[in-house]
Structures are given as C-alpha cells and as structure tokens.
C-alpha cells in the first residue's frame, strides 16, 4: 500500500461528519473508525476558504482506474443519499476520497482482494466554491 496523501476539509464537513460518527447505528463500526482516521490528519478550514480542486461532501468527481484507463464519475455523499453513482463517506472509496485534490491518486479495495488505483481527475462540482453550503 502507498503512503496515504494530504487532505483538506472544511470545518462545516468536520462538524457534519463527527456528528454522524457520533450515531449509534455508526459509532464503532470499521468505517466509522477509518472516516474517523481521515478526519484527524485531515487539514482544516473554513468552507470559504476550501480550494475548489478539493474533494469535500457533496462533490462530483471525475476518476481514472489507472490500469484499465476506464473514467468513471461519483459523488461523494452522507450514508442515506448512497446510490447508483452516489458513493458513502462511510465506504472504503468514499472516505479516501474526501479531502483529495485534482492529480492525487487513492486505492480502493475490490472484491477478491484486489486493488484498483484512482486517480482524481476533476472535480465537476464542489458545494462550497458553489456557495451551497447547506447541502
């Protein structure tokens, strides 16, 4: 496994995200306890300040698998708006997203062991440079 990269976050995701952290249904669960990991070596700043390269709540990203080429897009969305295209800050793909820039690169586990490597290629739309910052 690589080094895991620098990211970023906004203090209004931090304070949304602790907040779902704190949930019964989520406390001490394995993903619970890697958004957490990601949360506390995450650098924080307010939602204006955010650079709009950066993957934060909300957002639509375009990604390269890197061996077969293939882009795909996701958002990366709270547990309850998961869906075709809508990936959980709570799976292992949608908590190493948050907090990335444009050029980083994540693996994301796959069934039977596998890993694929992704790299963020843009960032289609991001709330806070939107100014949407009650999604």
């Known amino acids: 496994m690589k080094s895991?990269?620098?990211i970023t976050i906004s203090r209004l995701d931090l304070g949304r995200l602790k907040r779902l952290l704190s949930s019964p249904l989520v406390r001490g669960t394995d993903a619970a306890d890697a958004l957490d990991d990601e949360l506390e070596r995450a650098a924080v700043v307010d939602p204006e300040a955010l650079p709009p390269h950066v993957v934060s709540m909300n957002s639509r990203v375009r990604l390269r698998e890197r061996r077969s080429e293939r882009e795909l897009e996701l958002t990366l969305v709270y547990p309850d708006d998961a869906g075709p295209d809508r990936v959980s800050v709570l799976a292992p793909v949608g908590s190493?997203?948050?907090?990335?820039?444009?050029?980083?690169?994540?693996?994301?586990?796959?069934?039977?062991?596998?890993?694929a490597e992704l790299t963020v290629l843009e960032i289609l739309y991001q709330p806070e440079a939107m100014g949407d910052l009650d999604l």
Request: charged share 15%; no cysteine.
């Open 4 to 6: 895991v990269p620098p």
């Open 96 to 115: 190493a997203l948050l907090g990335l820039s444009v050029g980083q690169d994540i693996e994301w586990p796959l069934p039977g062991g596998r890993i």
